[in-house]
């Protein structure tokens, strides 16, 4: 168990499609139980493995509330198969710094995948958890809520973004 570095934008990793995963092995149980100490640590609710540089389609989440026990659910190889509605809503992520904004996604969504065990699974959810499923799915695609905004706002980020990181550059003297 270890909390893993969190990659953040624009790490040129969050871009690259994740591979499938053909082996649910040991190393695979290793990310995952990493990956749950990383989110749970951050805080946040939900990770993708190429998040902390393992580009392979494994996803986890959890959305229960802070006085509810933990609930985390895994998913390796999710795909949407079908989805509807929409509904708009604040997002942020671990690894887009200090950003937020509000986000057009489906309603509902229904994903397939498998556990962590390897058996098939079926969710379908709505509201929080379906919005998380397909901002996660979306970081196995390369792709992160940022492309989801005007390429004003996206502008605007990057320009603060820029600055900040060039106030956090120690003086070379
Ligand atoms: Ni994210």
């Not at 749970?40 to 998040?51: D, E, F, K, R």
């Not at 079908?82 to 904004?101: I, N, P, Q, R």
């Not at 940022?146 to 600055?163: A, N």
Request: charged share 30%; glycine share 6%.
């Amino acid at each position: 168990m270890a909390v893993r570095k969190i990659l953040t934008y624009p790490d040129e990793v969050l871009r690259k499609p994740a591979e499938p995963v053909a082996d649910i092995d040991g190393r695979l149980q290793q990310l995952i139980n990493d990956m749950a100490d990383t989110m749970y640590h951050a805080p946040g609710i939900g990770l993708a493995g190429n998040q902390v540089g393992a580009p392979c389609r494994v996803i986890i989440f959890d959305v229960s509330a802070k006085d509810e026990p933990r609930d985390l659910c895994v998913v390796i190889n999710p795909e949407i198969i079908e989805s509807g509605g929409e509904v708009a809503s604040e997002e942020g992520c671990l690894s887009v710094v200090d950003y937020s904004a509000e986000i057009k996604r489906a309603q509902f969504v229904t994903v397939k995948g498998f556990d962590r065990e390897g058996n098939p699974v079926l969710l379908k959810k709505e509201g929080l958890p379906a919005i998380v499923l397909q901002h996660e799915i979306d970081h196995l695609n390369g792709k992160l809520f940022i492309d989801h905004i005007s390429r004003l706002k996206r502008e605007l980020y990057k320009r603060r973004l820029r600055k900040k990181l060039k106030e956090k550059r120690p003086r070379r003297l």
